[in-house]
């Protein structure tokens, strides 16, 4: 079975620091992808990032970048600098090879709390 | 620019109403999918779509059925309403690609309060 566990329910930092979202799963899938989303007070999942299971390459989007390690099953999310624009829930997700029909399995979600 | 729309943003319904939760999608998309969010639980799967006309169960379709007659529209139907259903609703749509799994758009949400 497929699990996302997201272990920080709530996390608080004050503006500028850095902060890490953990994000560990489970699948017996071969090819798989991993995405996060960021969900602020409005309520609207916003996309961030997909990576497939064949790319471990990291990456980096301005202030956000993400750590992929196939041999610990975790695909961490780190904020450098934060600002409080950063406050919001985080989702982390997982999917499988399902051809026609493309499930997600959520984690519980992180809130982030960035103080001015 | 991608736009998933869902027809309330709050709503209030009483207990045994039938309440519909409409999402229309301006993308093409084939697969349409309903997930409600519960704190403590992130979001859970409730039915999904992959044609018009066609659906198919997720994790936890109890008290919820689904309509999908057009391929940008896709309710939620609660038949009939209970305490347990007051939830945030979450419509998502993306398109199958050979390569695997595609990227999920969402809509804003309905806040759905069942009193």
């Known amino acids: 079975a497929q699990k996302v566990t997201q272990a920080q329910t709530e996390i608080s930092v004050v503006e500028k620091e850095d902060v890490t979202l953990d994000c560990v799963y489970e699948?017996?899938?071969?090819?798989?992808?991993l995405f996060w989303y960021k969900q602020p007070p409005s309520g609207e999942l916003v996309f961030l990032i997909r990576?497939?299971?064949?790319?471990?390459q990291n990456e980096i989007s301005g202030r956000y970048s993400w750590n992929f390690q196939k041999s610990t099953s975790s695909f961490n999310f780190t904020i450098t600098a934060s600002q409080v624009v950063d406050s919001a829930v985080y989702f982390c997700a997982l999917s499988g090879d399902g051809g026609a029909t493309n499930k997600l399995i959520f984690g519980t979600g992180t809130l982030l709390a960035v103080q001015p | 620019d991608v736009k998933v729309t869902q027809s309330s943003r709050y709503l209030v319904k009483r207990t045994g109403e039938k309440v519909f939760l409409e999402c229309v999608q301006d993308?093409?998309?084939?697969?349409m999918f309903w997930y409600r969010q519960d704190p403590g639980l992130g979001l859970r799967l409730i039915y999904f779509s992959y044609d018009v006309k066609m659906k198919e169960k997720g994790d936890i379709p109890e008290g919820y059925s689904v309509s999908r007659e057009k391929k940008e529209r896709f309710s939620l139907i609660l038949e009939s309403a209970s305490t347990n259903q007051t939830s945030m609703y979450l419509c998502?749509?993306?398109?199958?690609?050979?390569?695997?799994?595609?990227?999920?758009?969402f809509g804003p949400g309905t806040r759905l309060t069942v009193l």
């Open positions: 998502a749509s993306t398109t199958p690609t050979s390569g695997g799994a595609d990227t999920q758009y």
């Open positions: 990576r497939n299971s064949f790319d471990e």
């Open positions: 993308m093409d998309h084939e697969n």
């Open positions: 699948t017996r899938d071969t090819t798989y992808y």
